[in-house]
């Protein structure tokens, strides 16, 4: 059995203590913009040459952008115009996450593939994995879909409550 879901990914969560933010005069908006004008791409600017069109662009310098401490330096402005460090206002938790986020359609899927047993048939396969369908790896929970080789066994399945995404080999 083989899936797409490789979760390997160096990530930070930030987490925003949201009634220490509000006494401050923090908004989770301000934490977003200020997070979005160091690591996005927040086009402040743009220069027009005869030709030609350049837009001036806001970000980290290349060092900063790589090492998740930084984030301890980063400053949010206040309602009233103070600076408030982020790490006062925002617990800042290394993670790990997707390498990859998959969709079918809209929404996020994982896939996985497996073959079946000589002598076995695709609807007893399916038939014994709905009856304990996998645990889900997101919190949100959404319907699942199988892509089978037979458009009634896509029916069968469809009303998994779960996020995975299953394809028969």
């Not at 930030?14 to 200020?34: F, H």
């Not at 030609?52 to 115009?81: C, F, H, K």
């Not at 304990?132 to 199988?146: E, F, G, I, N, Q």
Request: a positive charge.
């Amino acid at each position: 059995m083989t899936s797409d879901l490789q979760i390997a990914k160096p990530q930070v969560t930030v987490e925003i203590d949201r009634n220490k933010a509000s006494a401050l005069g923090v908004s989770a908006q301000a934490i977003e913009a200020t997070l979005y004008d160091a690591y996005g791409q927040r086009q402040v600017s743009t220069i027009f040459a005869p030709t030609n069109q350049y837009w001036v662009v806001m970000e980290l310098q290349p060092r900063y952008q790589t090492d998740p401490s930084v984030l301890s330096l980063l400053y949010v402005r206040s309602a009233t115009g103070a600076l408030v460090p982020l790490n006062s206002v925002a617990t800042l938790k290394p993670t790990v996450g997707p390498l990859a986020i998959n969709h079918l359609g809209q929404l996020a899927a994982v896939t996985i593939s497996f073959d079946l047993r000589p002598g076995v048939a695709i609807g007893d396969a399916i038939r014994r994995s709905t009856r304990r369908p996998p645990r889900c790896a997101c919190r949100r929970r959404s319907p699942a879909s199988t892509r089978a080789p037979r458009r009634h066994f896509n029916r069968r399945c469809a009303g998994w409550a779960s996020c995975w995404c299953w394809r028969y080999s």
